[in-house]
């Protein structure tokens, strides 16, 4: 096996195990023991970015049992009538969020700024589309 191979496993075991902390770019060197010079002479960003994806996708699927406990706190806290942890667990479980709307209301003034600033041809189109 080539080195640059040995280094790529070595590095997707470190990011596939949900125990050990998330490097940053700089830090992913660090973790499988290599200078960064050496790491960057084997690896160019293409395949960082593909060794990050793949041990990010490994990772998701190892700590699924760990996201069960948390899961089964989670339910528990809400079983025991934590308004939070129930709106948590339904936006978790009914994959449903809160959506919120923003109403905006401008004075003339700035209606006037706006519209001195907006291209004749959509002013044209704005007064078409409210009158018909």
Not at 7 to 28: E, I, V
Not at 74 to 98: F, H, N, T, V
Request: hydrophobic share 35%; glycine share 6%; aromatic share 8%.
């Amino acid at each position: 096996m080539k080195a640059k191979d040995r280094h790529r496993d070595k590095l997707l075991r470190y990011l596939a195990n949900p125990d050990n902390d998330w490097p940053n770019r700089g830090g992913l060197s660090i973790a499988i023991g290599l200078k960064e010079e050496t790491f960057r002479t084997h690896f160019n960003a293409a395949d960082i970015d593909e060794m990050e994806a793949t041990g990010l996708a490994l990772r998701r699927r190892r700590c699924s049992s760990q996201s069960a406990l948390v899961d089964k706190g989670l339910m528990k806290r809400a079983k025991e009538g934590d308004p939070a942890a129930c709106k948590l667990y339904y936006q978790r479980i009914e994959c449903w969020s809160e959506k919120q709307i923003h109403e905006n209301s401008f004075d003339e003034k700035t209606l006037k700024v706006i519209f001195d600033n907006l291209p004749a041809e959509y002013i044209q189109a704005i007064h078409k589309k409210i009158t018909g």
